[in-house]
């Protein structure tokens, strides 16, 4: 690929358009020529998403669910990993291992992945069924709204089956990183202080 020649065609493009939306698509297909698939370009409301997202602010219904089907289950569905604290999915029962089923009454057999995480941050909010670990079932309306993502978890586990609730028993610290953000390095930091400490 001549760079140089592809990079000039399309400038001449964008030029040429009075179009907003053409523009950025033109600057997209360039961009995805280059198949890194961690380069792409992010119009200015996309822009300023993506920075709330760094600072551990989103607006959100608050959960994180895998990309992949869980066919474990007749009913397959998506399972829910995390649920943010304060979150609408929170106060709303949502647990994580439940099972989503269902969005705008639309089977999760039927979405990508992609759709899923598109139609959960829809401004305007989504009904979902959910199916929790015991067999009981969820229905609910989830509205996005302003969440605080706190980047970091962490905590002391047993160590050895043999040793856990001996006195003097020793343990194991675990940190886990949820989100790359802005202040994930201090948490992390933090967070091994307190372990170190316990």
């Known amino acids: 690929m001549d760079w140089d020649k592809e990079l000039e065609a399309a400038l001449a493009s964008t030029f040429e358009t009075k179009d907003t939306d053409a523009a950025y698509q033109v600057t997209r297909d ?5 198949g890194d698939q961690f380069t792409r ?3 200015p409301a ?6 709330n997202a760094e600072k551990g602010q989103l607006n959100a219904i608050g959960m994180q669910v895998t990309r992949e089907l869980d066919l474990s ?7 829910v990993t995390a649920v943010i604290a ?3 999915a929170e106060r709303a029962g949502v647990l994580p291992g439940d099972l989503l089923l269902t969005i705008n009454d639309t089977s999760l057999r039927l979405l990508e992945a992609n759709e899923v995480a598109e139609m959960l941050r829809r401004p305007e909010g989504v009904d979902v069924k959910l199916l929790h670990k015991d067999g009981t079932e969820l ?3 989830l509205q996005a709204g302003d969440v605080k993502v706190n980047p970091v978890q962490f905590g002391l586990l ?7 609730g001996k006195a003097g ?15 994930a390095p201090a948490k992390v930091e933090e967070a091994m202080r307190t372990l170190q400490a316990e």
Request: charged share 25%; proline share 4%.
């Open 158 to 164: 047993p160590y050895g089956a043999e040793d856990s």
């Open 169 to 183: 028993a020793r343990s194991i610290g675990y940190i886990r990183l949820a989100v790359f953000s802005e202040n």
């Open 46 to 51: 996309e822009a300023s998403k993506f920075l």
């Open 30 to 34: 360039l961009i995805g020529k280059l």
């Open 73 to 79: 289950e007749s009913t397959g569905g998506r399972r």
């Open 41 to 43: 370009v992010l119009p």
């Open 139 to 141: 229905r609910t309306h």
């Open 86 to 88: 304060g979150s609408e």
